[in-house]
């Protein structure tokens, strides 16, 4: 299995809805990472997770909160959203810092977010 | 601070076209370059580079990195339609920081029949 699923694909939120997007995999990959495209532009990273501790956090504000509750799955809880943080929101997954395979990340599809 | 400078932005080709992608860079302490393909969602990985003159190829797509000159060049030959797509420069660093992906904007590749 080679795959970063994320869901949902789509989501649609008003500003003071509470919502997740959620991604797994299955490669064995303990580093998991959390990344925003915005059109046209290439993908800004938020969040690393190495080894389910949050290792980067970019300086992203608190209405989004990263949670890793095991070594296959990251989620991006999202609260009192802003419509400029409609975007891609891209998961991804490599090997860890150090081991063969950590400069490689593999991505999800990603989730198209739309705030209201 | 690190950047990473694609060109062209964009490009427009005919099928069967060979194009070349350019990827510039300035970070400190260069682990490796990487090329992803972005169609519609999920960027795809096509390479890694990490030595000077040293092609990596696959099928019709090819790069080589220039580490004396800083840049790096994504070839592909015969173009077909189903290469359009946005392809992604990203630079990783080695050290403290190893795990930031430092993307250039990409490049729009849009084949014509």
């Known amino acids: 299995d080679t795959e970063v699923t994320q869901t949902p694909k789509h989501l649609v939120m008003g500003m003071t809805n509470k919502k997740s997007l959620k991604c797994e995999q299955h490669?064995?990959?303990?580093?998991m990472y959390w990344y925003k495209q915005k059109a046209k532009k290439p993908p800004e990273l938020m969040f690393v997770?190495?080894?389910?501790?949050?290792?980067i956090n970019e300086s992203v504000p608190s209405r989004f909160s990263p949670e890793c509750p095991n070594s296959s799955l990251l989620n991006l809880h999202l609260h009192a959203l802003q419509p400029e943080d409609s975007a891609l929101y891209l998961c991804?997954?490599?090997?860890?810092?150090?081991?063969?395979?950590?400069?490689?990340?593999?991505f999800g599809a990603g989730s198209r977010l739309t705030v209201l | 601070e690190d950047k990473v400078v694609q060109s062209p932005l964009s490009l427009v080709v005919h099928e069967g076209d060979t194009v070349t992608l350019n990827c510039s860079y300035e970070?400190?302490?260069?682990?490796?370059l990487l090329w992803y393909k972005q169609e519609k969602k999920a960027p795809t990985f096509l390479f890694m580079l990490?030595?000077?003159?040293i092609e990596k190829k696959s099928g019709r797509l090819s790069s080589i990195l220039d580490k004396k000159e800083l840049f790096s060049i994504l070839n592909i030959t015969a173009t077909q339609t189903g290469d359009s797509a946005v392809y992604l420069c990203?630079?990783?660093?080695?050290?403290?920081?190893?795990?930031?992906?430092?993307f250039g904007k990409g490049t729009k590749l849009s084949v014509i029949p």
């Open positions: 990490t030595s000077s003159g």
């Open positions: 991804a997954s490599s090997q860890a810092q150090g081991l063969s395979g950590a400069n490689v990340l593999t």
């Open positions: 990203a630079v990783r660093k080695s050290g403290a920081g190893s795990y930031q992906l430092t």
């Open positions: 490669m064995g990959h303990r580093a």
């Open positions: 970070v400190t302490n260069f682990r490796s």
């Open positions: 997770y190495s080894y389910e501790k949050l290792s």
